[in-house]
């Protein structure tokens, strides 16, 4: 269990989100009292692995193209189209 100020909430919420993922149970103090508890009913959704997605060994790559810039190669066929 950790306690913060509602100043800590606002100004480092990132280390109380850090707390809450944690698991940890996090105490709110108002003028030194506690007062709101927040605790994460849910787990955190875990975020996909994109290199070992898109990563070498990976079924998936890139499309090539011709210059090796893909927007200067698409405007140029959009030119060309028009």
């Keep these: 269990m950790s306690t ?3 100043r800590d909430l606002r100004t480092s919420f990132p ?3 850090a707390l809450l993922n944690a698991g940890e149970e996090v105490w709110i ?3 030194g009292k506690p007062f709101a508890r927040i605790v994460l009913d ?3 959704v875990e975020k996909p692995d994109f290199k070992a997605r898109f990563g070498p ?3 998936i790559h890139p499309v090539r193209t011709k210059s090796g810039k893909p ?3 698409f405007l140029h066929w959009r030119q060309e189209e028009r």
Excluded: A, M
Aim: glycine share 6%; charged share 35%; no cysteine.
């Design 4 to 6: 913060v100020s509602i």
């Design 15 to 17: 280390k109380v989100e």
């Design 29 to 31: 103090s108002k003028r």
């Design 42 to 44: 849910t787990p955190p």
């Design 57 to 59: 060994g990976s079924k």
């Design 71 to 73: 927007l200067q190669d």
